[in-house]
Nanobody, 115 residues
């Protein structure tokens, strides 16, 4: 079992920046692909960015060039630096830890971008 705790959400003006953090409670952090997803109810949760244990990253098109995902394996933490935020980035952001047979989710952190 992996527990994920997100932090760093909040209210920011359009064009501003926020940095999300996700701390994982596992001694096997380096075995997981880590990711950030977001959701605006009632829409489905959507992938924002992922990073493999070797640092290979992937982004959804709408955040490419504005968001940066990174991980600190010594601290069991994954980050999402969000720059040039837009109102359409408003959502609850969830941290995800993925391994072949398992997915773990954090409780989510609200990001609100005002126009």
């Amino acid at each position: 079992q992996v527990q994920l705790v997100e932090s760093g959400g909040g209210l920011v003006q359009s064009g501003g920046s926020l940095k999300l953090s996700c701390a994982a409670s596992t001694t096997a952090f380096t075995l997981y692909r880590m990711g950030w997803y977001r959701q605006v109810p009632p829409k489905q949760r959507e992938l924002v960015a992922t990073i493999t244990n070797t640092g290979v990253t992937h982004y959804r098109d709408s955040v490419e060039g504005r968001f940066t995902i990174s991980r600190d394996n010594a601290r069991n933490t994954v980050y999402l630096q969000m720059n040039s935020l837009k109102p359409e980035d408003t959502a609850v952001y969830f941290c995800n830890a993925h391994r072949a047979w398992a997915d773990y989710w954090g409780q989510g952190t609200q990001v609100t971008v005002s126009s």
